[in-house]
């Protein structure tokens, strides 16, 4: 059984790097097909696809956060990580993890997630 847990600061000040770490347990970020990603819901709002990185490293960037998106991984931890600079109040939402699966060029869906956690953005 594959599991996500996201961690990190639940309160960022407008204008800092927001931080996120997703430690996966029960299977590898290497294992081939597999794209982690994270998404976001802000409140009362819609989810938001904000990008992933792929079992072999690449990565992918919703166009219109790409200009202030970083992922990247830690393979020894098993670990991948979101970092989110000059966050405005807009930023604020509950972040989640999840893994992706593709057969060849299709997606089959986000099949697990992590249980999300609140990230505030406020002086």
């Known amino acids: 059984q594959v599991q996500l847990q996201e961690s990190g600061p639940g309160l960022v000040k407008p204008s800092q790097t927001l931080s996120l770490t997703c430690t996966v347990s029960?299977?590898?970020?290497?294992?081939?097909?597999?794209?982690w990603s994270w998404i976001r819901q802000p409140p009362g709002k819609g989810l938001e696809w904000m990008g992933a990185?792929?079992?072999?490293?690449?990565?992918f960037y919703n166009s219109s956060l790409k200009s202030h998106i970083s992922i990247s991984r830690d393979t020894s931890k098993n670990q991948f990580s979101l970092q989110l600079t000059s966050v405005t109040p807009e930023d604020t939402a509950v972040y989640f993890c999840?893994?992706?699966?593709?057969?060849?060029?299709?997606?089959?869906?986000?099949?697990?997630w992590g249980k999300g956690t609140l990230v505030t953005v406020s002086s």
């Open positions: 999840a893994r992706e699966g593709y057969s060849g060029a299709y997606s089959v869906g986000m099949d697990y």
């Open positions: 990185i792929s079992f072999d490293g690449y990565t």
């Open positions: 029960g299977g590898s970020i290497t294992t081939n097909h597999y794209y």
